[in-house]
């Protein structure tokens, strides 16, 4: 078993590899974030530990992975969990029904691109079980939404990121045992309240506040920093909409506060779906706002919001 630590996130994608992993995001992911975040994935990867994400939806949470893996030049594997999720379907499954057509197949027809006699052609490796393939370097494993699964999943995937880092395929008669251990960051909205307790024990935790006004023009400005002049909001405007996007969600009451995924959505809406970019003097003083569309997403926050007769 090898060691991760030599793979070291910092926050800027400026340092990705001139040889990334085939499996590593090609597409250059902006990420701002703060030097506790970037310290506990880091520790997550010196620990060998899951590191838990919490905040609101669109705070951030999914693209730390793609961040991360992009910047180290490793690969990224991602499995979004839903109700029915159990954690063989993360590492493998077998196709047995299709093992028995493809015996019955052949007896009439030799001329079959799979041979039924090999129990491998049958088995269809998971998220989690690509990762422990990855034979040169660690590979980035997010595992989404988490508590969407039912309460025994978290703690049955403890029992796959440990010590001795393997799983069995009894179908097959293999041992997949990883070279390196994953990086594996899991998201929780709290769909379903407190994660189990033995599971918390063993990961690492990290909730993501949503932005100050800082952080926010921050992250606006990095989002098209790498597109041409003219297709990105002026400073101006990239302040005034931070400003009134914080005003919005200081005032307490909406009951779904506007995220830093629907705050971009919005800023580039405001600087180039019309024929000119929105006045930002005239932002904070429109009724209504422009635009609510992408902001409120329920009738109560939508109806706060309506134009004023």
Not at 25 to 35: F, G, Q, T, V
Not at 37 to 58: K, S
Not at 84 to 93: Q, R
């Amino acid at each position: 078993m090898k060691q991760t630590t030599q793979y070291t996130f910092q926050g800027n994608p400026k340092h990705r590899p001139q040889n990334p992993h085939p499996d590593s995001p090609e597409k250059l992911e902006i990420y701002i974030a703060e030097p506790e975040l970037i310290q506990a994935v880091n520790l997550a990867a010196y620990l060998r530990r899951p590191l838990l994400l919490e905040g609101e939806a669109g705070c951030g949470k999914t693209r730390l992975a793609y961040a991360v893996a992009y910047e180290l030049g490793l690969p990224l594997y991602r499995w979004d969990i839903r109700s029915t999720s159990k954690v063989l379907e993360g590492l493998y499954t077998y196709d047995a029904i299709l093992r028995l057509h493809d015996v019955q197949t052949v007896k009439v027809d030799a001329q079959l691109n799979r041979d039924p006699s090999d129990a491998r052609n049958y088995r269809k490796i998971g998220a989690l079980g690509k990762a422990f393939l990855v034979q040169n370097c660690p590979a980035v494993v997010l595992i989404d939404e988490i508590d969407k699964a039912d309460i025994d999943f978290p703690n049955d995937l403890l029992g796959v990121l440990d010590e001795p880092w393997q799983f069995e395929i009894p179908e097959t008669d293999e041992v997949i045992t990883a070279s390196y251990p994953p990086i594996v960051l899991i998201t929780s909205n709290r769909e379903k309240g407190n994660l189990p307790a033995p599971f918390l024990r063993r990961c690492l935790y990290y909730f993501i506040n949503f932005p100050n006004s800082e952080q926010l023009q921050a992250i606006a400005k990095a989002h098209y920093q790498s597109q041409a002049d003219n297709s990105s909001p002026s400073i101006e405007l990239i302040d005034a909409a931070a400003k009134q996007l914080l005003e919005i969600r200081a005032a307490g009451e909406l009951f779904k506060n506007p995220s830093t995924s629907e705050f971009l959505d919005w800023l580039k809406v405001l600087h180039s779906f019309g024929a000119k970019p929105y006045n930002p003097v005239q932002l904070s003083q429109a009724n209504p706002i422009p635009y609510r569309e992408l902001l409120f997403k329920l009738r109560g926050d939508w109806q706060k919001f309506a134009p004023v007769s």
